[in-house]
Structures are given as C-alpha cells and as structure tokens.
C-alpha cells in the first residue's frame, strides 16, 4: 500500500499519525486545507488539531476551498483554534460563533481566494494540509474529490502535510485538469473554449522537500445530504423548463441550451431532475459542484459532459461513481476553483446559472448570505462568480417560509450580494418574473405580478405605489423600506399587524 | 471632400440632409447611436429627430455607448421622443424624466448592452445612427472619437443612418481596434494580454445595402468639462499616491504597477496628474475613457500606452490631439465597450480600477448611483465592470459635502451597485482605508478611522458599538441604518438633531 501511494521512494520517511504532525502547527499560523463542500477535505489533521486546540493555545487562520464535512469547522471553532476563517463554511457552531463576532470570517467569492493568494494580498501560508488518493513519482499530488485551491496551497505554503486517502481508489488519475494562470502581469490567455477542454496535467505540482509528514486515513467524504424534491421545488424546477422551452421557441437558444451552472442545494437537484423529462439533448455543465443529478443525467443520455471543482454527491453515488469509474471519468472534470469559476470563462461559455436566494427585493437585488441583515448564513461562495458573468442569471427562493410569517420577497433586502444589474430572472413556486430588459418600476411590477406569496402581494403592492408616489428611478419609501425585517425581529412575523 | 469621405461609389447617392433622414424613423422603433462619453455621437440626427417628435407623436427606445454630448439627451427627452433608454446618461433633463417615472431607464453595465443584442434578449435594433469619418471602399465604417457599440448596431441594425464628421481627419484610421467575438455557442478567446495588443481591423463592417441615409456635419464633440483639482481632490490622489508607493516597496507591485483604469472626473484626472511628480514609469492604461491626464502622462514620459473605448477631452487637448496625431497614434486605441470592459479581460490583465461613489457604507457597500436610494444621479456605467473584476478596485468619494450636511460614509449605503466583496480600497479626503483582507468589524472600525469625516466620526461609531453589542457577522440596528439619509430629507442634513 504505501508503495503504492507513495511512488517518491523518499517521502516515506515522512509518514507519521496525525497527532504527532499537528505538533507542526504553531500558534498564529496561516493554514490552506483542501475541500470543496465537505469533498476532498482532511479528516484527520485538522480534527487533531482541533483536539489539541483544546489543551493548549492554537488558534489559526484557516483558508479553504469551500465548506469542510464532518463537522470539522465546528470541532474548530468549539475549540477556539480558528482565528481568521475564509473563504466559505456550511457549520452551525462555527456560523454562531461568527455572527457572535468571535471569529473573524472573511465571506469571499470562491474565485477569488487564489488570486489573493499569488498576489501575496493575504498573510503568507505557513503551512498545507492537503488530502491526495496518491504521491506520484515526481513527488506531485494527485488530489481525490474536489480540487478547490489546493493547487495554490501547494505551491505557497512553507511546508506541507499530506493526508493519503486509502479509500480513493487509484484510478482516479485522470479525472483532474491541474492548471495555473501565470502571475501579473504575464498572465495569460486560460485555453478553455468548452466544458469539456482539458488543458493541464494531472497532479499538482509541488516541491517534495515542503512535505513535512504523511498521514494516511480510510475516512470517506461526509456526504452531501439533499432532501429530497417537495411540491415547491417542483414548482420552482416546472417554472425554469417552461422558460427554457420558451427561449427555445424564440430562437433565443437551442436545445442543447448553454453550459449550466447550479448552486448546491434542493432546488437545483430538482431542476436537473426535471430535464430527465425534456427534449433538451447533450447539455453540458460548467459549474462548481456536481451533485447526484449531474450522473443521474448522464445515465438517461441527457447531460454529455461536466466540468466543476468538486464532487458533492451521496453516499449511494459515491460508490457507484468510484465503482463505475472508467464509464464515468470522460464525462466529467473537477478544475481548480479560480478556472471553474473565473470571470472570463463564464462569459466565454454563456454559463446559464442557477443559484439560491435568502431574499430579494422589489428591484431584483439578491442577498445570499445575511438572515436579516446581520446574521450570516453559509456565504457568497460562487454564486456571484456565475450571476455577475453569465450569459442568464436565475435565482429560485420560496415566496414565503416558516408558516408563511416570513416573505422571501421584500420591499429592500436586508443585504445585498447580487445587484439588480446582475439579476435577470426570478423563480418562486408561485411564478417567474423575467426581468431582462426591463427598467426598475417595470421589474418591480413583474415581480409582484409573479414570485411573491398571496399573503403578501397587497402589502408589496401598496409599498410599491406609494414609493412611486414619491418618485424616482427606484422608488422606495426609505423609513418604511426595512420594516418588514424589523417587523419579523420584533413580532416573529412580516405579517403587517391587523389594524383592530 | 464627398470622394474622400465616401468611399464606395454607390452611397454617395444616399446623401441628404438631416431633416430628410429623420423621417425614417417610426413611432416605436429601437435604436442604436453612437456615442460615448459625448465622444463620437449624433451630431445633426438625433436633435433633428428631436425637432421632429416636438410636432408629432414620435417615440424611440434608444440605446447608446454611453452619455451624448450637447445636451442631445436633453432634448430627446423635453421632445418626448425617449420612451426608453440605455445604458447611460448624464443628462440633468432626461434624468429628472427618469426620475419622475416618464422615462423608462435601464441603467446596465456598459460591457453587457452589446452582450444583450448579440443574444437577442432585448429588442431587434430598426435603426442604427453612427457618426464615422469616413466610408471605406468596402462600404465599412470608419469610426471618430469612440468606438462604443458601433460595431454590434452596425451588425444587427435593420437600417443604418451615416453621419460623416468632417472635423475628424482622415489620419484617425488606424486608432480604432474593431473587434467581435464570436456569439455563442461558439464565443472563442480574446487574444488580448497587454493593453497594446491591436486584434482586429480598423473598420467597422457593415452591410451596404442596409444604409439608408448619409448625413455631412462639421460639429466637434462636445468638449469635457472637467473642473480643475481642488484640495480635496488633491488630498485623495496624495493618499492613493502614497498607497501605491508603499505597496511597491512591499513586492507587492512594480514600479510600472498594472494597466489603470480611472472613471471620468475630477478625482480620476488629479491621481493621473499626480503620477507627474512620482516614480513610477512606463506606465499603462486599459480604460473605458481617456481623459486630459491620459495624454498629459504620455507628454511626461511616465504612460507609454492607453487602451478604451472613447476620447474624452478638452477643447484644447482634442485639438492638440489631432493637430499632432501621428505623434500620438501609436500610443493609444480605441475599442468596442465590450471588449474595453470585458470581464474575462479585467481579470487577465489585472487592472487597477479607480473610480467615484456617491456614498460608501461602514462595510464597504457602494452606492455609485442614487442619491437617497432613489434618484439616479447617471447610472452604474463601467465601474461594475471594472470593480469586480479588477486586481484591485479603488473607490473615492469626498467625506462630507454641502456645507458638511451630507455625510459620504453612512451606517447603510441606500442602494446598492458595488457589494462589499468587490471592494478593495476607500479614500476621502481624510483618508485611506485598506479593507483587503479583512472582516466585515474590521472593515468597519478601519474606515472609521480612516475615512470619515470628523463631524460624523461619533456617531458612526455610537452606531457601529451598538450594532456589534446586538451582534451578527455584519452587525445593524436595522431600524437605525438608513435613518441617516431619511433624516437628510426631513431636515436637510444628516447631522444628530441636537438634544435640548
Ligand atoms: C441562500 C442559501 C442559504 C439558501 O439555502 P436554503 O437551504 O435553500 O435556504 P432556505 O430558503 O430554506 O432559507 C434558509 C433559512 O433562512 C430563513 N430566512 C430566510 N429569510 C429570512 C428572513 N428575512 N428572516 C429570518 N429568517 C429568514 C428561512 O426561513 C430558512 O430557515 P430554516 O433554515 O430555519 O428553515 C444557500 O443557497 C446558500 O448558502 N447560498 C449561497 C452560496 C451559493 O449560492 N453558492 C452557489 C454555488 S454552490
Ligand atoms: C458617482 C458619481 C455621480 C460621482 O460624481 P461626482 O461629480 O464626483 O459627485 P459628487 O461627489 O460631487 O456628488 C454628487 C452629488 O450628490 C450629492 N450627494 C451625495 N450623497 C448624497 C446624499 N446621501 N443625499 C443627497 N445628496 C447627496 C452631492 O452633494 C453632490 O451634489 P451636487 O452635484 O449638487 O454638488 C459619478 O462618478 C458617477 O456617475 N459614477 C458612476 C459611473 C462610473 O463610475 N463610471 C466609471 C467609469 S467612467
């Protein structure tokens, strides 16, 4: 075996538990751990760094490609060992003790957390933890189920450690295009014209004297827990094929559609789900994450290809994925994250995104992120990556929640990570509100005419017109524009309270 | 002249005069003119169908490259001949229209209106109007003093009206750089690394046939009025000066920093003119306009080359530009506005984005538009483009204003255009504050100290203590957040009522 996964005869000196490679953490260190929506992270180092966090003082700045599983960012925060935490993270623990203003989070769309890095923004990382299937003969990593920012990682930190998973097997080789853009100003032209061009090799280059100790683990990826459609993402996913039929019909595109990208979550599952039965054919993805309905499609001969940075699928899927892996691994690819969601690319792809939405507003400005304002949710992640680039930017909300006292459509968002300029289609399950082309008073009519909830329309409606009583390009009655949030903070409703 | 400035024989039939020209137009139609930052629009058309809607029901949506000149705006809209316009505008009549709800305006990221054409997501164009100096032998057009979105009207126009500016000389071909990418699905790279790259041919195509009138006019551009650096001014182009300088000593740049970008005004064109008592040389620009400073800078030995899509000088400088042309010719372009602003191009050449807020809030959010969250001021232009994709995206705004009755730096910008995580850099007068890599709370303690103006400095702080004691990751008294610009409305400053 660590013939096998270890092919740099050298580096097997360096293997060694996870106990004692966390004594190579000090206190105040900048760390880059691999994962991408709990795919590809340690399950390890970090946690043992967590257990020694609770005896001692150790706190560090923890840099990633996107949320850790296995509750490791809780385990983190618990034991107060995270200082400074970006770019993204999904853990209750850790959410309370940021939006307690205990640790610093630095909420950052997912392209750019490399950039910073090789423009030496950001503190210099001490050190990498990396989780690889296997160390290739040139001491290169070959990486497992996401890519993230581990390619960035590699080449800056000071020293490394490596987390040999066992449980990936080794024919993994290959379903990884390892690609760095040149550094300012030599940067380059990124030679990706479709979703399926691969332009690197396949291992991430490093140097073998920085591994500092090897760790191995049979640990398997946290899986991604998707619940399972309901009537309103049904709904939801209804409303976005009519409208792809509908600008198929209008010559607008054809049925192959354009790359899609789709956040994680309920919603996006079921939308895919829903092309299982359509007449759109040889669909690509070029997205982030690819979740079980990314195969599923693949298996009915709908979806061709599909490129993203990371694996978050099922227990179920997992196996069969790793199981079938010659059947799948021309059909897919995971990039590094600064290629899967660069600016450029999207544009250059017309990426159709689908994304998830806290709330929006009457305007079609979206928050992502904050729960009245202040308390953070997950973060951006990539969502303004894609919505800001896209060739059509859509995001999907349910109207109304937790016994309809809350209205997901608002007079003003109480945040904003997506602005009305970025913003071109709306979906609740009550309707979709196509807002391309048109000015501030016309999307605000839209909206009201199709997304919000009916225990909400009057209010909305009365906000509407008596902002445009006042006047404006974007009316908006400014003292009354928030009251739907304070109202929910001091009431536990939006509901405007009857009038006796 | 005729012979020289038409170049294809059979045109020459469709010269006629302006009046005669604009009863092409319909009730109703869509139209594309040229234009962009008052450089290179209408000069005779657009009044002329101006004149014409004063006597009769006559209304267009019309599209531009950016703001016109001689307050053509102004006119179109007292005519009540806009029903709609985009994507810019800076026009005091045409936006108290807008305003007042009687216009419809769609205020777009200037990159992305050619995008929409290209895709067919907003109307087909009935009719084009672009200013050239000359037809070519082909029938292609030679451009003035913007390129714009000439190239996609041009394209995608049913009919197209020529007006041939003779104050333009014929030495202008060669300065324009004309260019289109593909549509999709079929969009490959744009082959640009440096902002020097030419890629494309110096005309732009165009369909004989589809030309309807041609039109002679001898009215230069309306000059740029950019009012001469003030203290204040002076002050924000020292502490971005002084930035720079200190981000060289770290490594972190070169003496040659990275392509500019510097949005129109006064703020833009002092930190160009203080670049003449530097260091820095060989300096360049990838902009969407060129201003005075531009040229001054080329003069001084410091700029070797300046890249965008529009000229936009003074009387003085426009003359000295064209008197001395081959002297200046090799030294900037002029392109498409979505490919001066594109994305993908941003990001690779790693530009340094300069550009003005209305306001800025305690976390770093933007407001680059509306005054009160509600009137638009002129619209979101190229700032987005830029911003977001910038190596670094830099915004200044003076801390206070009218008597100090306003405050630039509020709890809760009232809209929107430039979320926090698009925004590197803020500078007053007062100061600059460096929020990369930083937390919401740090971000906002740092532009505390850094930016506001001292009469504001208690209370933002009263506010942002009071935020953090309710806690949240991006701390509010949400009741509170926008009382500052609802206070200005009811009293006329922004000032605490002071207790009696
Ligand atoms: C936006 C996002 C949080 C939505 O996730 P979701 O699971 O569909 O969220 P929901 O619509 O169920 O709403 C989240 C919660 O906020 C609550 N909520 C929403 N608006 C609220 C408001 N104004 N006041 C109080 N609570 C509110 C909901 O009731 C719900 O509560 P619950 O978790 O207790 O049921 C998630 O998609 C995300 O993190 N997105 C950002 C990252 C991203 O888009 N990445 C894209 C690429 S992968
Ligand atoms: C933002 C922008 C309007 C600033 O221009 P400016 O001339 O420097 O503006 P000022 O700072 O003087 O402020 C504009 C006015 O708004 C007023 N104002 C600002 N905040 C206000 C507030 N909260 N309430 C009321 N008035 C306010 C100012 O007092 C000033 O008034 P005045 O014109 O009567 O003097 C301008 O840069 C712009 O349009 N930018 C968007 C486009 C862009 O950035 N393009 C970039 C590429 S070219």
């Known amino acids: ?4 996964r270890i092919r740099l005869e050298r580096l097997k000196s360096k293997i060694t538990t996870a106990e004692e490679a966390v004594t190579l953490f000090k206190d105040g260190m900048t760390v880059g751990a691999s994962g991408f929506t709990k795919a590809g992270d340690s399950k ?11 005896n001692e003082r150790l706190q560090i700045n923890l840099i990633t490609g996107a949320s850790l599983g296995h509750g490791t960012d809780g385990k983190l925060a618990a034991a107060h060992a995270l200082k400074k935490r970006m770019p993204f993270q999904v853990d209750k623990v850790l959410r309370d003790k940021i939006n307690q203003g205990e640790i610093l989070f630095i909420d950052q769309h997912l392209s750019e957390s490399a950039e910073q890095i090789h423009n030496k923004i950001i503190d210099p990382l001490d050190m990498a933890v990396i989780e690889v299937a296997f160390i290739e003969r040139d001491g290169s990593l070959v990486p497992t189920t996401s890519v993230g920012n581990s390619v960035t990682f590699a080449a800056f930190a000071k020293q490394v450690i490596i987390e040999i998973n066992t449980t990936i097997p080794m024919e993994v080789y290959g379903i990884h295009d390892i690609y760095q853009a040149e550094d300012y100003p030599h940067r380059n032209v990124i030679p990706i014209v479709a979703p399926w061009n691969k ?5 991430i280059p490093v140097d073998p004297d920085k591994i500092a100790a090897i760790v191995f683990t049979d640990l398997p990826d946290s899986p991604a827990d998707i619940a399972p459609p309901d009537e309103k993402t049904a709904a939801m996913a209804a409303h976005i094929l009519r409208f792809f039929e509908a600008e198929v019909r209008l010559g607008h595109l054809t049925d192959r559609l354009l790359p899609l990208q789709a956040g994680i979550g309920r919603v996006a599952n079921a939308v895919l789900a829903e092309f299982r039965q359509s007449n759109f054919y040889d669909l690509t993805m070029f997205s982030e994450v690819l979740q079980d309905s990314t195969f599923e499609l693949m298996d009915a001969g709908i979806l061709s290809f599909a490129s993203a940075s990371s694996l978050a699928v099922s ?19 995971l990039r590094p ?10 544009r250059r792809l017309g ?7 806290i709330e929006f507003d009457l ?3 979206v928050n992502s992120t904050h729960i009245g304002g202040t308390q953070i949710m997950n973060g951006i992640g990539g969502s303004g990556d894609f919505a800001r680039n896209a060739y059509l930017s859509i995001f999907v909300t349910q109207a109304a929640s937790k016994d309809d006292a809350i209205s997901h459509i608002v007079p003003m968002v109480s945040h904003v990570d997506h602005t009305e300029h970025d913003v071109d289609i709306l979906v609740t399950e009550i309707g979709i509100a196509d807002l391309r082309g048109l000015a501030p008073r016309e999307r605000a009519q839209t909206i009201i005419d199709h997304c919000v909830h009916p225990d909400y329309k009057e209010a909305l409606q009365s906000y509407f017109d008596r902002a445009c009583a006042r006047g404006g390009h974007t009316p908006h009655v400014l003292e ?4 739907w949030h304070t109202r929910f903070r001091e009431t536990g409703s939006m509901k405007p309270i009857p009038v006796l």
């Open 351 to 357: 990426v159709i995104a689908i994304n998830t939405a």
């Open 1 to 4: 075996m660590f013939n096998e």
């Open 199 to 203: 332009i690197g090799r396949k291992s």
């Open 363 to 365: 305007y079609g400005n």
């Open 480 to 483: 009354e524009a928030l009251s």
């Open 337 to 346: 994250q600064n290629i899967s969601n660069t600016p450029g690319l999207i």
């Open 315 to 333: 227990e179920g899927w997992h196996r069969r994925l790793f199981e079938n892996l010659q059947q799948y691994k021309e059909k897919f690819v």
């Open 44 to 54: 390890v180092i970090l946690p043992a760094l967590a257990a020694r966090a609770q």
